[in-house]
């Protein structure tokens, strides 16, 4: 059974950092794009960022590039996201998810992790 755990969200005041962690397991996801989303409160789902489980490439959404970081550990099958300057409209509940390469279809999803982000 395919599990995604995400952790480290929290509240924090604008400007502050978070990293957080999605533990991916049940599968070898070798094959796997592995993607953060995040949800704010009123307002849907939105891509923030992705990157392929065996190799450097990565994408962000326009409103996090140059502030957020996305990585994995293949050692350890975990993929983070660091999150610097962070901006109220940061906030949302933030969700871990993995598609299969050539998919366009996230078809696994984290149970997701708060992030406050207040002024």
């Known amino acids: 059974q395919v599990q995604l755990v995400e952790s480290g969200g929290g509240s924090v005041q604008t400007g502050a950092s978070l990293r957080l962690s999605c533990a991916a397991s049940?599968?070898?996801?070798?094959?796997?794009?592995m993607g953060w989303f995040r949800q704010a409160p009123g307002k849907e789902r939105e891509f923030v960022a992705s990157?392929?489980?065996?190799?450097?490439?990565?994408d962000y959404a326009a409103s996090v590039k140059g502030r957020f970081t996305i990585s994995r550990d293949n050692a350890k099958n975990m993929v983070y996201l660091g999150m610097n300057s962070l901006k109220h409209e940061d906030t949302g509940v933030y969700y871990c998810a993995a598609r299969r390469v050539g998919s366009t279809a996230y078809v696994y999803w984290g149970q997701g992790t708060q992030v406050t982000v207040s002024s």
């Open positions: 049940g599968r070898t996801f070798s094959s796997y794009r």
């Open positions: 990157i392929y489980w065996n190799d450097t490439s990565t």
